[in-house]
């Protein structure tokens, strides 16, 4: 199995250099054409990526052999369609893509409630997706809480090349000086964004099961969802077509609960996610062994 997950992207940033490029002159379709034979590289010569996913595929979702070893090769193909939008989206370009939301109106119940919102999400879909059709239609503000732990050089090429993200980042910090902006932003009647589903080291965790596996979740977004005067609910942003997107809400929580409540219910609508969008798994180390 992979190591533990630390935070950083793997992609170089050649690979970011092909695909601005293509977008760029050719727009949506040839990057995703050349999606396949990148996925097909990562399949066959990066064991280190394969092997949690096809494990996932196989051991988790209990899919037979030759239909893990499919999904496998198309997750990475979806992993790769994800980050093309991504890049699509900071290019200005979002006009691309098509949304439906799912329970739209408990956004906008959030919103006009004046005390901000905090949005719990996983690494199941496309994150960006989400918030940009959020910022454009629900909210003009939305606060993305995330490790600052980017490679430097993909970082400084991003932003020249597109303008870098359109969403205000908050840097997880030792000092928590974080959870100050946290409230801040909820105070100010924004959105919060945190991903939910991945520890770092050291850190304080919630253990759950997930579908029938034992997995530990970080406690923090859960301890910030339980203590701030904020409603929650969970979204996600999945792609159900190449131009067309499918985001959603559940219903807000705006009793006080504690984080292992909290973290219970996220657990639920995270495995029905996964169910509903197999190939978006995106968790490309040892999940399930933290």
């Known amino acids: 199995m992979s190591k533990k997950w630390d935070g950083k992207s793997k992609a170089g940033v050649l690979g970011y250099q092909i695909f601005i490029v293509a977008i760029k002159t050719f727009g949506l379709y040839l990057p995703y054409f050349l999606l396949y034979f990148t996925a097909a590289y990562y399949y066959l010569f990066v064991p280190k990526a394969k092997k949690p996913i096809l494990w996932f595929y196989k051991n988790v979702l209990k899919y037979p052999h030759l239909k893990a070893h499919l999904m496998t090769y198309k997750n990475f193909v979806s992993f790769g369609k994800t980050l093309i939008d991504r890049i699509i ?9 098509t949304f439906e939301c799912e329970n739209k109106h408990y956004l906008v119940e959030m919103r006009d409630n004046g005390k901000g919102g905090i949005l719990l999400s996983a690494h199941v879909g496309n994150w960006e997706t989400a918030g940009n059709m959020l910022k454009d239609q629900i909210t003009s503000k939305i606060n993305v809480v995330m490790l600052d732990a ?3 050089a993909i970082k400084e090429y991003m932003q020249k090349s597109t303008g870098g993200s359109r969403f205000n980042i908050i840097p997880i910090k030792d000092d928590l000086s974080h959870v100050i ?3 801040m932003a909820l105070d100010n009647n924004e959105f919060v964004a945190i991903h939910a589903d991945r520890i770092v080291p050291d850190s304080k965790t919630i253990e759950c099961n997930l579908l029938g596996q034992t997995i530990k979740l ?3 977004p859960f301890i910030i969802a339980s203590k701030f005067n904020a409603p929650v609910t969970f979204v996600y942003s999945n792609k159900e077509s190449n131009t067309h997107y499918h985001l959603s809400a559940t ?11 909290i973290a219970g219910m996220y657990v639920a609508e995270l495995e029905r996610k996964v169910k509903l969008y197999p190939d978006q798994w995106f968790n490309y180390f040892d999940y399930f062994a933290q």
């Open 89 to 97: 989206f900071q290019l200005g370009q979002g006009e691309k893509f």
């Open 150 to 152: 980017e490679v430097e």
């Open 181 to 183: 902006k946290i409230k």
């Open 218 to 220: 970080p406690a923090g």
């Open 251 to 261: 219903k807000p929580i705006y009793d006080k609960m504690t984080p292992e409540a």
